[in-house]
């Protein structure tokens, strides 16, 4: 028996992935694990989902281009496969998740603490709980009333030790899929993230790249405003967006890859700008791929359409608390 895991590469993802693994593993799977994203999704499902008879997909949101084929894919995938679809992103305005499909859907919690209500309810043993708690640690979703409670039943300071050395190894490993497999692989087991001493190297080194990544940023930054962004930070684009809000006293900060033709951004901004519905709109308008979280969000945009992106990108959040984003957005 086949068990695919298609899973978002940060802690959250991984954390997910683990759970799934470890679940279907004692049930005998042979537990196959692809690390994607909202935009290449739908590719990755077709060159990857063969004879599988378990597809389980976790922490990838659905985007604007490609979210009415995908859902398609996953329909018609149910018709020979177990197919289950976790995951905690907002959803494109006005699709409806009315499928042939499990689907544990629900914006209230990190894709991990879904994860494993989920499995938990099918048999995974209560100690996974402490995995789930690393991966919402990681989404900076640790105040819901789950994790307040399931932190009661181990040593809070132990578990954020744990999730800080799982975040920040994994924090520059990027698309090093190989190592974030090693990484699964020994979490499934409930091993402790501290004993993994590749993870544990790694995330040592990251805290001094860190702290090197925010002066780099403190000196590169180019501010408009509104917006400030930064072009091939040396270190996590996450963290660079951070920075570049910070440092270039905007209401949102930009980190940005090339990867050849293409600007592959990490955005993140200050609370009452939501950053998914903003992307949302220019994903229409523009047709660029992009969407996330209200305050941490990412995009991929042509690099010919940069600078209308930056404008249009300008405009919204000018126009941030205006009738265009109160429309309060139903998933049921």
């Not at 043993?125 to 009661?152: F, H």
């Not at 403190?218 to 040396?234: C, D, F, H, I």
């Not at 809000?245 to 890859?257: H, S």
């Amino acid at each position: 028996m086949k068990c695919i895991v298609l899973a978002h590469g940060d802690s959250d993802g991984v954390a997910s992935a683990s759970l799934a693994k470890a679940y279907f593993g004692n049930l005998k799977y042979s537990v196959e694990v692809v690390f994607t994203h909202p935009a290449g999704l739908l590719s990755d499902l077709k060159e990857f989902v063969k004879d599988h008879e378990v597809v389980f997909i976790v922490d990838v949101a659905l985007n604007e281009l490609h979210a009415t084929e995908i859902l398609n894919n996953l329909s018609t995938l149910a018709n020979r496969a177990k197919v289950v679809y976790v995951d905690h992103h907002p959803l494109p305005e006005d699709l409806r998740l009315t499928l042939n499909i499990d689907i544990v859907y629900d914006t209230c919690c990190s894709a991990s603490e879904l994860t494993y209500r989920y499995l938990h309810k099918m048999g995974l043993g209560s100690d996974y709980a402490r995995i789930a708690l690393y991966g919402a640690i990681g989404d900076y979703l640790d105040e819901t009333p789950w994790v307040k409670q399931e932190l009661d039943n181990w040593d809070k300071r132990s578990v954020y030790l744990e999730a800080g050395i799982l975040i920040q190894g994994l924090e520059g490993a990027r698309r090093d899929y190989e190592f974030k497999r090693r990484v699964v692989e020994h979490l499934s087991k409930n091993s402790l993230p501290s004993t993994m001493t590749e993870l544990v190297e790694r995330s040592l080194k990251q805290a001094t790249e860190d702290e090197k990544l925010r002066l780099w940023v403190k000196e590169n930054v180019v501010s408009r405003g509104l917006v400030a962004y930064v072009l091939n930070p040396p270190g996590s684009v996450g963290r660079a967006a951070n920075y570049a809000r910070v440092y270039g006293r905007a209401k949102v900060g930009i980190a940005i890859e090339e990867r050849k033709e293409m600007y592959v951004m990490s955005l993140r901004s200050e609370p009452g700008i939501d950053l998914n519905r903003v992307l949302r709109i220019l994903s229409r308008e523009l047709g660029v791929n992009g969407g996330g979280h209200p305050r941490a969000a990412g995009a991929r945009v042509k690099k010919e359409l940069f600078e209308r992106f930056l404008l249009e990108l300008e405009r919204l959040v000018a126009s941030s608390g205006s009738s265009l984003f109160s429309k309060t957005h139903s998933t049921s």
